[in-house]
Structures are given as C-alpha cells and as structure tokens.
C-alpha cells in the first residue's frame, strides 16, 4: 500500500506540470498522448485569442484541465495490471514448474518463499532507485521553473518599456512593450499583457502629439496631448513631461492666433480672430492651472492689445486700427479679468482712434468719409470722452461742408443738398453755415440749368442808384411764388408770395392786347434786391409747381443803376419777362 500510494502521488504531482509527465511516468501513451494534443490546442487558441485579455476565464478553465489530469493520473495509478494478485492464487499455471506435484506445506514448517517462484506480471513494477526517484521529484519543478521564467519575460520587457516611456523614448519603449507581448507568452496569462498594449497605444498618441508640435500643428498637438493625459484619468502619466507640453503648445496656438488677428486687417475677421485668440490664451488658465503658461497671461493680453493697435501708437496710422479696437472692446466674457480689461481699454481708446482716422482722411481730402469718421467719434465719445466729442463735432462741420462741396463739384446735387442742409439745420452758428447756405444756392442754380430751362434776359434799367450798389425790383403777376436764386459778388435767394388775383397769361393776347405794358401796373406783390454790381448767375422758379419750367440766364448789373421786371406765367411755355 505505501508503494501504491507514493505512485499515484508520483504520477498526480507530475500531471500537475499540464504536460502528462505523470502519464508518462506511467507508461498511459494513450492518455499522454491525449494531454499533448489538448494542451497544443489549448495553446494555439491562447494565442489567436489573445487569452492575456481574459486571463480568469482562461485560468478558470486551464485549472479544470488540470485536475482531470491529475484526477485521471491518480486514478491510472492505482489500477495497474494484475494489482494485488497472489504469488500462488492460479497454480495450475505454473504446474510445470513443480513436476512431481504441489509441495505439502505442514502448519508446523515455516514456509519460505521462493523469490523464483514468485508470478511474473506484465506490467513493468514502478522505478525505483536514486535515478528514477530523482526526476520524478523534480519534474514539478522544472515545469513550474519553466513557467515562471516564460512569466518573468514580459514583466521585464515592461519594466524596460515603462523606464524608456517615461524618459521620453516611446521608439525605444514600443520594442520593449512590443516584445513582452510576443504571442508565445499568451499561455502565462501575464497580466502584463494589457499593461504593455495600454502602453504601446499611450506611446502612439504621444509621439503623434510631439511630431505635431514639432511641425508647428497647434491643434493636432494638443488635441494628442490632451488624449494622452486622459488615458490615465487624472494620474500621473509615465511621461511626466506631457502637461509641460501641453501648456506650451496652447500659449504658442494663442500667441500664433493673436499674430493672425493683429495682422490679418485685410481679411475682415478681425473680432472673429481675437476671439479665438483670447479663447486660446483663457484655456490655458483652465486646463493648465498654476503652470508657467498661465502665470504668462496678463502679459499675453497686454501684448494682444499693443500688438492690435501698434499701427496707431507706434506708425500714427490710426485708421489701421479701428476693426482692431471694435474686436477688442467686443471680447467675451466681459466679466473675465482679462478679457474683460482689454475690452474697457479699447472702448476707451476707440473714439479717440475713429477722430484721428477722421482727420487722415480729411487731410487726405477724403471729406465725406472723414464726415463719418467724425460722427461716429463724437456718437462713440459719449460720457466716455467729452472733450473727444467735442472736437468730433468741431472737425464735423468743415467736413460737411467739404463733403458738400465735393458731391456739387461731382454733379451730384441730391447728396450735395442733402449734406449741406444738415450742416446749415444742426450747427447753424458760424461762418461754416453761413457758407454752406450761399452754397446751397449754387447746387440749385446748378441742378435747375442741368434740366430743361427758359431763357432769361437782363432786367431792365428804369432809374438810378446809390454809388456802388445796384437794385432790382421783380413782380410777380402770376398764380404761383416765385423763387429768384442768385450767385455772383453776393450769392443768395428770395422769394415773391402769388399774386391771388392774377392768372397765366396766353402769349397770343400778350402781343394783340398789349399785356405786357400793363404787367405791373397794379400792386402786384413784389421785391427788391439790394446787391453790388457785377456777373450774376440767376435763376427764376416756381417751387411750388414743378411744370413750369425755370428761367435761367446770367445778369450783367452795372453800379449805380436800379433795374425792375415784371414776370408771369405763360400757359403753354412757362414763364414770361
């Protein structure tokens, strides 16, 4: 029995190896041969299934194998052939051996065995000795060696991978990481299996996010840096230096997007591009509290501002600047420190910048948009700047007038009149409106000769005048009032009431009933101009009525001399002298 039980021990620790030494041990070549095409399929499926992933699954059921084949070795062991049988159980077949018959055995004779007699078995009795002993205990431990060993593989290609990760060297890192992954080691269920492909892709992302950075790809940079930070949620990753990156390629996206609006004035994106600037520069502070970057920020911020009006301070090219400042004092959050002080400084300095492009353009003869420049400083100056807007206002009524001048010089009298009138009706002191007035005449001396016109002769002379002045006496003997615009030594308008009693005159009665020497011989309304000799531009209209065309013509009016004519209405060609 104690042979028989240190043999099923023998052969059950042997199977425990997973490779059926105890069977071999035992001499079961089925049973062992059965073990080594599991153990190949196990093996081969270990490793085109990546059996590291699932290492209790995995486990779970190689320990079930296990213990069927010791389970089974412990079984063969104990049932060997002809176990138990008695050297004399079966004599009859062994009678040849005893030719004169079975020997008489007397209770009183003590019996010695014949180790010649004993019966042969088949089965081969277990080794015994020094040598067959020996393997047998050690075989365990040879395969446990094995097996440790082949699991001490990947840990220390890990190792090797993790000191070369985290010094930076993710090539050197991948080989490491790539040769404790071999699939030859999938059988030992090493759980450095899934730390070494964590690895392998966490080195990925980063030299993607490095390469990006080196070739100034802000955006494809940070969004690796970021990935890689994010894959050990929170901990330190085995590249220590990745925050550090991270916060150095957002403030250098920052500063590349200030450059862009700062310099981009000829895109018309300027509030778009500072926004994302300031955006840029802000989540630095939030993804990268308390780092270097971060500390940099006030200084970044004024450094946007300077940059964005550099044109202006430093070149005195104001009008560069002004879609720089309207997207500064638009940034957001307004409520921000940062964004929120560089947007009070550039609504402070915006008027001031709008007056001084206003007066570039002046000086530049552009009057009509220096016309705008100059309201939208005094509408910008507000309670911000006072004495901005009051030089707004100043500068704006030589502008108008110019702007005036400039659309009457152009033939453009609807927007010469329109300017003019709005300097003559909102700052009406000064010799500016005063101007604009005399030169409202001209654009509508000029407008009415541009359309169609009657002639207009000299007024007649009738008496005399003090030295050096003229006077001119004109009646109106017709239903409508009647507009008299001059231009010459003195430029001005005046304006006849209707006569109520009067009506257009036919000129066939005209000349059949001498109308014309009765013109004015009734009290007709009237009016006399006082003016100095020389060349005079006139024109005479009936505002009110746009059918009757004007009389046009240039008086030639001699000093000393008192001139009058009567005018009316003819209906069929207008006015009548």
């Known amino acids: 029995m104690v042979v028989g039980g240190r043999r099923r021990l023998a052969a059950a620790l042997l199977n425990v190896s997973g490779c059926g030494a105890g069977f071999w041990y035992l001499r079961a070549w089925k049973w062992l041969a059965l073990v080594w095409v599991v153990d190949v399929a196990l093996l081969t499926?270990?490793?085109?299934?990546?059996?590291?992933?699932?290492?209790?699954?995995?486990?779970?059921?190689?320990?079930?194998?296990?213990?069927?084949?010791?389970?089974?070795?412990?079984?063969?062991?104990?049932?060997p052939a002809h176990a138990d049988q008695s050297p004399y159980a079966d004599q009859s077949l062994h009678a040849d051996r005893f030719p004169h018959g079975a020997p008489s055995v007397h209770a009183d004779q003590p019996v010695h065995a014949d180790p010649s007699a004993a019966p042969h078995s088949r089965e081969p009795a277990p080794q015994s000795g020094a040598a067959g002993g020996g393997w047998r205990r050690w075989a365990p431990f040879v395969v446990a060696g094995g097996l440790g060993y082949c699991r001490s593989v990947p840990e220390s290609e890990l190792e090797r991978a993790v000191e070369a990760h985290a010094a930076g060297d993710c090539p050197g890192a991948m080989g490491h990481y790539a040769r404790a992954v071999r699939a030859r080691y999938e059988f030992t269920l090493s759980g450095a299996f899934d730390d070494a492909r964590y690895g392998t892709e966490s080195c990925r992302v980063l030299m993607r996010a490095r390469l990006a950075e080196q070739q100034d790809r802000y955006t494809d940079a940070i969004r690796g840096y970021d990935l890689y930070l994010a894959?050990?949620?929170?901990?330190?990753?085995?590249?220590?230096?990745?925050?550090?990156?991270?916060a150095a390629t957002r403030l250098s996206y920052a500063d590349a997007l200030a450059r862009r609006a700062a310099g981009g004035r000829s895109t018309g994106t300027a509030r778009e591009d500072y926004q994302a600037a300031a955006r840029a520069y802000l989540e630095i502070r939030s993804k990268h509290p308390g780092s270097a970057e971060a500390e940099q920020l006030d200084q970044r911020f004024d450094a946007l501002y300077d940059a964005g009006t550099a044109a202006w301070t430093d070149g005195d090219r104001p009008c560069e600047v002004l879609d720089d400042l309207r997207a500064l004092s638009g940034l957001r959050p307004s409520t921000d420190p940062l964004t929120g002080g560089i947007a009070s400084r550039a609504v402070r300095s915006l008027p001031d910048a709008t007056y001084a492009c206003g007066r570039v353009h002046h000086a530049d003869r552009r009057y009509c948009v220096a016309v705008e420049d100059f309201d939208k400083a005094r509408e910008l100056a507000g309670d911000v700047s006072p004495k901005t807007a009051a030089r707004a206002v100043s500068a704006l009524r030589g502008a108008l007038y110019r702007c005036g001048l400039e659309h009457y010089r152009k033939d453009e009298y609807e927007e010469a009149r329109t300017t003019l009138n709005r300097l003559v009706d909102d700052y009406p002191k000064g010799g500016t409106a005063e101007r604009a007035a005399d030169?409202?005449?001209?654009?509508?001396?000029?407008?009415?000769?541009?359309?169609?016109?009657?002639?207009?002769?000299?007024?007649?002379?009738w008496t005399g005048a003090p030295a050096g002045t003229v006077t001119v006496e004109l009646i109106n003997e017709s239903p409508e009032s009647m507009q008299i615009l001059y231009s010459g030594p003195e430029t001005g308008r005046a304006t006849v009431e209707a006569c109520q009693e009067c009506t257009s005159h036919n000129t066939d009665l005209v000349e059949i009933d001498g109308y014309e020497e009765s013109c004015g011989t009734q009290d007709?309304?009237?009016?006399?101009?006082?003016?100095?000799?020389g060349a005079y531009d006139v024109v005479i209209r009936a505002p009110s009525d746009d059918t009757v065309p004007p009389l046009s013509g240039t008086w030639h009016l001699a000093s000393g001399t008192g001139y009058s004519d009567c005018y009316y209405i003819t209906s069929t060609f207008g006015y009548g002298v």
């Open 231 to 246: 894959r050990y949620d929170g901990e330190s990753p085995p590249w220590g230096r990745a925050e550090e990156h991270a």
């Open 439 to 461: 030169l409202l005449v001209d654009v509508d001396i000029a407008e009415a000769r541009s359309g169609d016109t009657d002639s207009l002769t000299g007024p007649s002379p």
């Open 524 to 533: 007709r309304p009237s009016i006399t101009l006082k003016l100095e000799p």
């Open 45 to 79: 499926l270990a490793i085109t299934q990546h059996a590291s992933d699932h290492p209790v699954l995995w486990g779970s059921g190689y320990l079930v194998w296990l213990v069927v084949m010791v389970a089974v070795g412990w079984r063969r062991a104990g049932t």
